[in-house]
């Protein structure tokens, strides 16, 4: 189930809120210029599908967001337990980091965690199978596939070259909790 954990930034053993609600979610995001939307994920799609398929299967999704938000570029993202290469991209995408346009992402299957660092405080947002979240430009975050990833997401970009990572040097992720 989706969730929300907000933290000060620095007690990450002291939740300030959390929920499960995805009004609740919503609500509190949306204070942060964050939107978190529930859609329905209910295509039926083999276990191979491959990104082809996938983005078919959601074009008219992809479409009403492009209407939205004039977006350029598209693809799918999908993590699985037995990826050879699993460990290397969670550590890299546990670095906090910031992007040059929003990051929008549309879960179809699995989870992962985005941790938003803003304002002093710590946004673990857990978004599952019909979680849409867009994260604003310049907002400075990390995502957590966990140990055994099992995700795939349809990915939105302004910039046509897609995803464009500025690492902050920061180490604020490594004291909050993990997907596990």
Partial sequence: MSALTIFADSKPDQPLFTSQDGAEIAT????????FERWQADRELA????NATILAAYQAEIDKLVARAGYQSWDVVSMQPDHPDRAVFREKFL????????????????????CLHIEGKVYQVLCEKNDLISVPANTRHWFDMGPAPRFTAIRLFNNPEGWVAQFTGDAIADGFPKLD
Avoid at 28 to 35: P, T, W
Avoid at 47 to 50: E, G, I, N, R, Y
Avoid at 95 to 113: C, K, N, W, Y
Wanted: net charge negative; hydrophobic share 40%.
């Fill in 28 to 35: 509190e995001l949306a204070k942060i210029s964050v939107s």
């Fill in 47 to 50: 276990a191979d599908a491959d």
């Fill in 95 to 114: 670095s906090e980091h910031t992007h040059g346009e929003d990051e929008v992402r549309f879960f179809v299957e699995g989870a992962g965690l985005f």
